[in-house]
């Protein structure tokens, strides 16, 4: 039997290595996975005595469980036991603790909102999927459960695992407590969101708990929204008294629309300034008046800059083109349908500036963006079914905005109506007809089909007559008197276009057509009724014989 290669005895060593150290790998990685898991610290809170068995330390939803119950019950002494007093000395650790824990008691009932299923029952804070049970997340040793701004400056609540070491070095069963840091932050946070002074004057019996509210609250909001209101209306009235103050129509215009929604500001303003500094409702109710504060507070600035830049826009309108837009010019009409354009560009600005502020606010794009990523498509479908029509007409508005295919002012020919573009608005366009009808349309619609514009190139019209005469009627007659009619009428222009032709003829008569030339579209129609009466009553009058009449032939045998 022939001897072994050398370097297969070498590749059989190096491979016999690396198994042992794989055999090895798991206990060393447990051991130290195992230290990794929670703080070490030598004592746990030496200066109370034992927990009682009320006291659930093992996993983070089973320690915020157990504060809150403890809290409820008003067993403060047991529920010390849920946080890190290792910087406290242990004979202040029962008193200072007490005073600690009614503290952040007052900052969860008015700050925290806690979803329970999100809080890991596993106690290395790992999270699962409930329908397979596998885990999702790797162990931890802190929890975050929420950040709290104050003045700038942000303070995390947590809570951490510990595990004290005996002198023989072996650890004792980890426990999950509020962390030290969180501890250190108690007081900074109890003066920015505890209760405030007024609120030590309330009897005890009214700060029992009643549904999801204490007693005195559900008695504070009634009179805190009608202080609210009257503050509201007080601003009103005072910004309204501008338009008197002021000797400048624009001014006195602005003051006089910017009145409503400046109250809502002041009003939203009062009512921070009263929960800031007065009372301190609990968590229910400023989950509920904070975003409506903000909202209303957006909302208020938002219409007084609107209003604001509408009676700017409104007084530069009327002064370049007057009270009078039934027979604007050419120039008129454009800059007219700019400024509908301008507003219209301001209010999507405002509002789409608005909607980012309010969700960067409440950070309702970071808690939501993963289901927003993932819901996108559904949501897309969905709002454009619900929303097509709105979105079409305002994509509609915008297009006329641009393109300007029809301005304020211009003469139209629409479904068979002579009409003047009397307002174009996001989602319809309002016409004037000639018998002062308001005809209504969606901007969309109007788009769709073929209209006739006849202010595009030139404001001037030809108005055609037609009557239907005899065959014996003589034309060169015609032709003189409508001259003489054409060009004695004050609105007729280019009096070189007035003629008379024969356009049609068959054996029951011949039709004759008259032009002349109209300044603008709006005048165009009167000049056409009016000459159309002159000629009727000249051909009664004068020649009744020539008016168009059957025939019949009798033949005799």
Not at 24 to 45: S, V
Not at 351 to 370: E, K, R, Y
Request: glycine share 6%; hydrophobic share 45%; with cysteine.
């Amino acid at each position: 039997m022939s001897p072994v290669p050398s370097y297969i005895k070498r590749l059989l060593s190096i491979i016999a290595l690396c198994v042992a150290a794989t055999l090895a790998t798991p206990d060393f990685l447990t051991a130290q996975e195992d230290t990794a898991l929670w703080y070490e610290t030598e004592t746990i809170n030496s200066g109370l005595e034992a927990p009682s068995k009320d006291v659930d330390r093992s996993s983070p939803r089973a320690a915020l469980r157990s504060f809150l119950e403890l809290i409820e019950k008003g067993d403060l002494s047991a529920a010390l036991h849920l946080m890190n007093l290792s910087e406290i000395p242990k004979e202040e650790q029962q008193a200072l603790g007490s005073q600690l824990v009614s503290e952040l008691a007052s900052i969860f009932d008015r700050k925290l909102r806690i979803n329970w299923s999100s809080i890991p029952a596993d106690p290395s804070a790992r999270t699962t999927d409930r329908a397979e049970g596998q885990a999702l997340s790797e162990p931890r040793r802190d929890y975050f459960l929420e950040d709290l701004d104050v003045d700038g400056q942000v303070y995390a609540i947590r809570l951490s695992r510990y595990a004290a070491q005996s002198p023989d070095g072996e650890f004792g069963d980890p426990v999950w407590l509020f962390s030290r840091e969180t501890v250190d932050n108690i007081d900074v946070l109890y003066d920015a969101f505890g209760p405030r002074a007024f609120e030590s004057h309330i009897p005890g019996a009214l700060k029992a708990r009643f549904g999801w509210l204490n007693l005195w609250e559900w008695i504070a909001l009634p009179l805190l929204l009608g202080a609210v209101v009257c503050v509201g209306m007080l601003t009103s009235k005072l910004v309204g008294l501008g338009k008197y103050i002021s000797n400048r129509r624009v001014l006195s215009h602005a003051f006089e629309r910017a009145s409503l929604p400046l109250s809502l500001v002041t009003a939203s303003i009062a009512a921070y300034w009263l929960l800031g500094f007065i009372v301190s409702l609990s968590g229910p109710v400023i989950a509920v008046i904070t975003p409506a504060l903000v909202m209303l507070s957006v909302v208020g600035f938002s219409l007084a800059a609107l209003r604001g830049i509408d009676a700017l826009i409104d007084h530069v309108t009327r002064r370049y083109l007057g009270d009078d837009y039934d027979a604007p010019s050419s120039s008129e009409r454009e800059f007219h349908t700019s400024m509908y354009a301008i507003r219209r560009i301001i209010l999507v600005a405002t509002v789409g500036f608005s909607l980012v502020f309010v969700l960067m606010q409440f950070d309702i794009l970071a808690d939501m963006g993963l289901t927003l990523i993932a819901s996108a498509g559904v949501l897309t479908v969905i709002l454009g079914i619900a929303g097509q029509t709105t979105l079409g007409n305002i994509v509609a508005s915008l297009q006329i905005a641009i393109a300007k295919p029809v301005r304020i002012g211009d003469s139209i020919q629409y479904e068979g109506d002579w009409c003047i573009v009397e307002s174009i608005y996001f989602t319809f366009i309002r016409l004037r007809t000639w018998d002062e009808r308001r005809i209504i349309v969606p901007v969309k619609y109007f788009l769709s089909y073929p209209f006739k514009n006849w202010s595009v190139v030139n404001e001037r019209m030809l108005c055609t007559i037609q009557l239907v005469l005899d065959p014996m009627a003589e034309v060169a007659v015609l032709r003189e008197k409508f001259e003489a009619i054409a060009k004695s009428d004050p609105n007729v222009i280019e009096h070189d276009e007035v003629v008379t032709y024969v356009t049609c003829h068959s054996s029951n008569g011949m039709t004759v057509e008259f032009f002349a030339m109209a300044p603008d579209p709006s005048t165009a129609r009167v000049i056409e009724m009016r000459l159309r009466e002159k000629l009727v009553d000249f051909v009664r009058r004068e020649h009744p014989e020539w008016w168009w009449r059957e025939r019949f032939v009798e033949s005799r045998k």
